[in-house]
């Protein structure tokens, strides 16, 4: 390793968070270098966004570029119960009559890649084909990179200001620094597939995420319906219950056993075409134990990824990486890169995202969203707030110990019931 070079931050990753990140601090000035272990397009699962993810993208300038696209747009959610009926559509400007209402279902390559140009014409050095070997310290303050770049002979050795961690749930940093944490709750997994020629509603209901519960309420499918006719359509459980105690460990044969499960999936794909493998993540639910240090910030799927049931990956991505931006590039202009200064976002942000962790434990805990609203009706928004991702305020806390006053009271109301029998 001969060749040295210089920069003010590198972001190690080029999906969401690592360019949201990268964009954002190239806006403020600052020479940002990205490495990519992939050349884009790359497929990536998550392809639900949500609507608070408009703001990001909107400082990002991306939204012409999403309006423009051909990604389906995204009115609404529904939900289908263990014994097939299908709700109300849950539109999301009957809640904030405003064009953020509006998101999209996109294919995630696509997306991606399109992040990824935006970077660059923001003046992002972004190389595709480069591997981070490894990342370096000096006593216990990151200053820079080992990488592989396609074209070099042998690594070469990249120092700079800040070192930004976007290479997702492979993290360096989190083996590194032996940071990651299992959420000890959500052992969950996911086996998907997609499909072509599925049923799709019409109008404002084409691009409806659905949310289907399996009969027993042992997980749910969601359907997501994308461009060029094609539906994302997968089953979320318990680790334990998809892949252990199976006569078979075959994907296609545990899919199957679901779908004969969920009565309200089955038309759906009736008259359909798979057209691609299956895949499957175990266990996925993690955080790591700090988002940042002297010299270094980790976002993104590095930072934690949180169970997919409210489709808030993207926008824990682009808001973790936004929220990290802020902080690195205020730290460069006084120079101060110390680990308060680079992570003095993350308190804010492990709020919101145990304010998304609550709402997706109660959904598997069996709570009743409907019995709540019908006895705080005058918190029907807030709940509509967390559903649509603005999460990233302490006003929704209201609801906490309120779903636990009406859960204390149907678990006594059933144990009552159950003496008297």
């Known amino acids: 390793m001969t060749k040295t070079f210089e920069t003010d931050v590198i972001v190690i990753g080029g999906g969401p968070a690592g360019s949201t990140a990268a964009t954002l601090i190239a806006q403020r000035g600052h020479h940002v270098t990205l490495f990519e272990r992939d050349h884009f397009p790359r497929f990536h699962i998550g392809e639900s966004l949500i609507p608070q993810t408009y703001w990001v993208l909107k400082r990002l300038n991306m939204l012409e570029k999403m309006k423009s696209s051909h990604f389906i747009k995204k009115y609404s959610v529904q939900f289908v119960t263990d014994k097939g009926k299908l709700s109300e559509p849950f539109y999301f400007c009957d809640h904030k009559p405003h064009e953020s209402s509006q998101t999209w279902q996109v294919r995630r390559s696509e997306f991606d890649h399109l992040m990824m140009e935006n970077a660059r014409e923001h003046g992002v050095q972004v190389h595709e084909g480069a591997r981070v070997l490894d990342i370096l310290f000096e006593g216990d303050r990151a200053c820079g990179v080992i990488v592989q770049r396609e074209g070099d002979s042998e690594p070469v050795e990249i120092r700079a200001q800040v070192v930004v961690d976007a290479s997702g749930q492979q993290s360096l940093l989190l083996g590194k620094l032996g940071l990651r944490e299992w959420d000890p709750e959500l052992k969950k997994a996911g086996l998907w597939t997609y499909w072509k020629g599925a049923y799709r509603d019409t109008g404002h209901d084409e691009g409806a995420t659905i949310v289907m519960q399996i009969q027993g309420k042992q997980g749910w499918f969601w359907y997501i319906p994308l461009h060029d006719d094609v539906v994302s359509v997968g089953v979320v459980g318990a680790h334990e219950y998809l892949f252990k105690n199976r006569s078979s460990t075959d994907f296609e044969t545990i899919y199957f056993e679901e779908v004969a499960k969920c009565p309200g999936l089955q038309p759906r794909i009736a008259n359909a075409e798979r057209f691609d493998i299956f895949r499957a993540q175990k266990e996925y639910s993690y955080r790591s134990k700090k988002a940042a240090g002297d010299g270094w910030v980790m976002i993104g799927d590095a930072y934690g990824f949180l169970d997919p049931l409210y489709s808030s990956g993207v926008l824990l991505a682009l808001t973790s990486g936004q929220m990290a931006a802020d902080a690195i590039a205020d730290g460069l202009a006084v120079g101060d890169t110390s680990a308060a200064q680079l992570g003095r976002w993350e308190p804010g942000y492990i709020a919101g995202m145990d304010r998304m962790r609550r709402l997706v434990l109660e959904f598997y805990n069996g709570f009743s969203f409907g019995r709540f609203i019908r006895k705080h009706p005058h918190l029907k928004g807030y709940v ?38």
């Open 384 to 421: 509509t707030d967390v559903l649509i991702g603005d999460i990233f305020k302490d006003d929704v806390d209201v609801l906490w110990p309120l779903m636990d006053e009406l859960r204390a009271e149907l678990e006594a109301a059933a144990s009552a019931a159950s003496m008297v029998e």
